[in-house]
């Protein structure tokens, strides 16, 4: 069964800097274009940032362009998520999600002092 | 940015009911268009995509239509297991955006 797991949230400070894993298992990761999503507490789902399958495109929000940056090793299946001056508004549950459909579980950034 | 507005954004229905949630793009996005779902807690799961194509494993009273600017999705007869929160989403152009969301609760 196809299975995406995601890890590395957790509590960062204001101006601090997480980075999210998201790993594949059991698909040709290298086939997909890939996501990041994000859904802060009680709201809706809003896209981050997409690479595209060799990793030479990369988009991002306007609210994270230049703080974010979205990256992939196809040979690990992993996605990544480098994550610098975090800001309160930051705050979400962070999916990753595959151009075929598949999501991982998420993982909790919360940005606190 | 494509702007998408989904409505309405809850609903309450009855078992067996025939259930039609829609989404405007602010401008033309071909069939570059998916519908999700999503329960309290859990990961958004992928319906339709294309527009009107069903999502490997979902049941057959979830369907899609449209293209261009308008596009619905029908649940012919509401099940227990399909309360939920449901979201359409573009990906015709960056940034990908999604609609609001349309809460479809039990009467």
């Known amino acids: 069964e196809v299975e995406m797991v995601e890890s590395g949230g957790g509590l960062a400070q204001p101006g601090g800097s997480l980075r999210l894993s998201c790993t594949a298992s059991d698909f040709t990761f290298s086939s997909y274009s890939m996501n990041w999503v994000r859904q802060a507490p009680g709201k809706g789902l809003e896209w981050v940032a997409n690479i595209n399958q060799d990793g030479t495109e990369k988009y991002y929000v306007d609210s994270v362009r230049g703080r974010f940056t979205i990256s992939r090793d196809n040979a690990q299946n992993s996605l990544y998520l480098q994550m610098n001056y975090l800001r309160a508004e930051d705050t979400a549950v962070y999916f990753c999600?595959?151009?075929?459909?598949?999501w991982g579980q998420g993982t909790l950034v919360t940005v606190s002092s | 940015d494509i702007q998408m507005t989904q409505s309405p954004s809850s609903l309450s229905a009855s078992v067996g009911d025939r259930v039609t949630i829609t989404c405007r793009a602010s401008?033309?996005?071909?069939?570059?268009f998916g519908w999700y779902q999503q329960k309290p807690g859990k990961a958004p799961k992928r319906l339709i995509y294309?527009?009107?194509t069903l999502q490997s494993g979902v049941p057959s009273r979830f369907s899609g239509s449209g293209s261009g600017t308008e596009f619905t999705l029908t649940i012919s007869s509401l099940q227990p297991e399909d309360f939920a929160t449901y979201y359409c989403l573009q990906h015709n152009d960056y940034p990908y955006t999604f609609g609001q969301g349309t809460k479809v609760e039990i009467k």
């Open positions: 294309a527009a009107s």
């Open positions: 401008q033309d996005i071909r069939n570059d």
């Open positions: 999600a595959s151009g075929s459909g598949t």
